[in-house]
């Protein structure tokens, strides 16, 4: 927690959330608690630039709210679903910077994808932006870039064995996603049959 005569430091979860689970509630706790975040902002991806296109923008921010409501220290933001064209992460710091003048910012995202951040786009000027966190699931070995350790940390979180991955591959096979993902979640997709194969 930061002192009063600090700035605020602020996460920004970034990632694609299709769905969210609690692999991705406890890495924001733990990434919380590690780094003495105030805020941990959740942000979905609009449309990912190097996958398949995803289930919509629309349930996988509700599934993100939903799953986050209880937790006076978790937001999630529309930046990136809002914003047409490709997320780059460049534009999503660029517009929560803007949001949040006053605070520090720590990009927190999966490891794998938090390692190939020398590809992004306007990589130079995104080190001025923000501290960039991956979580990783253990025996997870990565190569990381070599960058800064003030720039950029690997954090281990054991409960990232839960993947959005699988928790899909289970949905398609009827099998149960009770305590991977939150109740509200649960309960969010079978509302809205996802992940059953038909169109999302
Ligand atoms: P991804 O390739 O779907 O995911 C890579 C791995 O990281 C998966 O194992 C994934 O597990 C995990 N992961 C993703 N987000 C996570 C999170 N917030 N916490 C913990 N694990 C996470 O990655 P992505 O979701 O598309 O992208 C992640 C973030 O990086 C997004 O904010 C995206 O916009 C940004 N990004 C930016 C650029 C760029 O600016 N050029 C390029 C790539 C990615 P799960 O599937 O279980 O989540």
Same mark, same amino acid.
């Given at each position: 927690?930061?002192?009063?005569? $600090?700035?605020? =430091?602020?996460?920004?979860? *970034?990632?694609? !959330?299709?769905?969210? #689970?609690? *692999?991705?509630?406890?890495?924001?706790?733990?990434?919380?608690?590690? !780094? +003495?975040?105030?805020?941990?902002? !959740?942000?979905?991806?609009?449309?990912?630039? #190097?996958?398949?296109?995803?289930? +919509? %923008?629309?349930?996988?921010?509700?599934?993100?709210?939903?799953?986050?409501?209880?937790?006076?220290?978790?937001?999630?933001?529309?930046?990136?679903?809002?914003?047409?064209?490709?997320?780059?992460? @460049?534009?999503?710091?660029? $517009?929560?910077? =803007?949001?949040?003048?006053?605070?520090?910012?720590? !990009?927190?995202? /999966?490891?794998?994808? @938090?390692? $190939?951040?020398?590809?992004? &786009?306007? @990589?130079? &000027?995104?080190?001025?932006?923000?501290?960039?966190? /991956?979580?990783?699931?253990?025996?997870?070995?990565?190569?990381?870039?070599?960058? +800064?350790?003030? &720039?950029?940390?690997?954090?281990?979180?054991? %409960?990232? %064995? @839960?993947? +959005?991955?699988?928790?899909?591959?289970?949905?398609?096979? %009827?099998?149960?996603?009770?305590?991977?993902?939150?109740? /509200?979640?649960?309960?969010?997709?079978?509302? #809205?049959?996802?992940?059953?194969?038909?169109?999302?």
């Amino acid at each position: 927690m930061a002192m009063t005569n $600090q700035r605020p =430091r602020v996460g920004v979860m *970034g990632g694609t !959330f299709d769905p969210i #689970h609690n *692999g991705h509630l406890v890495a924001a706790s733990e990434v919380a608690d590690a !780094f +003495s975040l105030d805020e941990v902002i !959740f942000v979905p991806t609009g449309e990912p630039w #190097h996958k398949n296109p995803v289930t +919509s %923008a629309e349930h996988r921010y509700l599934m993100t709210v939903v799953a986050t409501a209880a937790n006076p220290r978790f937001t999630v933001s529309r930046v990136d679903i809002d914003r047409p064209g490709t997320t780059y992460t @460049i534009d999503t710091l660029t $517009q929560i910077a =803007r949001e949040r003048p006053d605070a520090d910012l720590f !990009f927190i995202s /999966g490891a794998d994808a @938090i390692a $190939q951040i020398l590809a992004w &786009k306007d @990589i130079d &000027k995104l080190w001025g932006l923000a501290t960039f966190i /991956g979580v990783t699931r253990p025996g997870h070995n990565l190569v990381l870039p070599d960058v +800064s350790e003030a &720039k950029m940390s690997l954090l281990e979180v054991p %409960a990232l %064995a @839960i993947s +959005s991955t699988n928790v899909r591959d289970r949905v398609m096979s %009827a099998k149960p996603v009770w305590y991977l993902v939150p109740d /509200g979640v649960v309960q969010y997709i079978a509302k #809205h049959k996802l992940y059953r194969g038909s169109d999302d």
